[in-house]
């Protein structure tokens, strides 16, 4: 998938555990963890909007888009 999901990046830079990001935004650890590996179909805007509140940051600090054809 060419959407690759940054958060343990922001996580590390921020100096944030997986933990209280989760019990801000009102989400499992397990969810958080499965977001975290892009593991995810989707996730809401409202979601999205907490992290990017607690971390301080944009939605586009958390996504990024790869293409995968870049050797082509």
């Known amino acids: 998938?060419?959407?690759?999901?940054?958060?343990?990046?922001?996580?590390?830079?921020?100096?944030?555990?997986?933990?209280?990001?989760?019990?801000?935004?009102?989400?499992?650890?397990?969810?958080?963890?499965?977001?975290?590996?892009g593991k995810v179909k989707g996730v809401r805007f409202d979601t999205l909007e907490r992290i990017c509140t607690y971390l301080k940051c944009q939605p586009g600090d958390l996504l990024r888009h790869e293409d995968d054809d870049a050797s082509a």
């Open 1 to 37: 998938m060419p959407i690759r999901v940054r958060l343990n990046v922001m996580l590390a830079e921020r100096n944030v555990k997986s933990k209280e990001l989760a019990e801000y935004v009102g989400i499992t650890e397990a969810n958080l963890s499965l977001l975290k590996q």
